[in-house]
């Protein structure tokens, strides 16, 4: 394109959007008329309202709005002391979800299950233990089963 034609555009361009500018005021100029006669050639005025002023002309104090009587709120304020007085009970409440936790309580959560899995070969342990002690006769039956409870014991302590 030469500069030429390109000014060519702009200015077709200009003249379309001035056409289009020209329609929409004639458009709001005959609304505008559409209006006027709809209300009349001088307009209407709206009438005034007097809330809390008192109008000495006669005419003006046809204009006065009423006073505003207030609502019945007997029941919603019965209904709020009511919603009020009730008491939660205390049953009802999971004191476990109220109160804080500790820290760490999702770690010991996860590792609670690999713990009893430990605890239960923990026992198989101790009984093989003892079995094989009977077996070759180092101890009577009674101080076994005393030595696997200190054991057990010892264990509980540690934790």
Known sequence: MTSEEKIGSLAEEAFKRKERLKNLKRKL??????????????????????????????????????AAKPGDVEEEVKDQLEAANSRVVIEDLDLSNLAPRKPDWDLKRDVAKKLERLEKRTQRAIAELIRERLKSGQADLATSVNIGSRVMQDDVDED
């Open 29 to 66: 100029e005959e609304q505008g008329k559409e209006d006027t006669k709809t209300t009349g050639e001088a307009g209407v005025l709206p009438k005034p309202k007097f809330r809390s002023y008192v109008p000495e002309d006669e005419v003006l104090k046809e204009n006065i709005v009423p």
